[in-house]
């Protein structure tokens, strides 16, 4: 009886692991995660109580996979960047305050030779200021455009 009660519980996580993963529900594979780690521990105990030891080393063997799975996983979401797009408004906004900083200040700037180092300075300054705008009640001070070499 016990055996059929553990089965279905494992086929009901199981289930719930599919259902979240294809279905692309976050609620339900957070419960499923949170719950098959208890249960796979449960069921390696339960296993070696019962003396089936090549039962708990292939619960084992899956409580080691699904740990390394979970490690990896969250340590590739740790790295993931969200890629930021920028609007129309924010990129003319950026050439205002390059424009107006250049103006006031134009022995700050280094003269451009249509590098693509020196677009990518440019740019760089650009989407410096339009993140620093971004952030709310902070006031920047912007600097130059000078490329550090």
Known sequence: MIE???SCIIWLIFVMILIGHFAKIEWIK?????VY???LFYFFGFELASNNKYSAIWT???ILFCTGAA???WKRIELEE?????SREELI???KIFDSNYLANPEDFEDTKGTYEDAQVTIDYLLGIIDADSKKYRKVKYG???AES
């Open 4 to 6: 059929t009660i553990n």
């Open 30 to 34: 957070l419960i499923a995660a949170l």
């Open 37 to 39: 780690f208890p249960v």
């Open 60 to 62: 084992l063997a899956i």
């Open 71 to 73: 490690y990896w996983k």
């Open 82 to 86: 969200e890629e930021r797009t920028y």
């Open 93 to 95: 906004t950026a050439k």
């Open 144 to 146: 130059t455009r000078k």
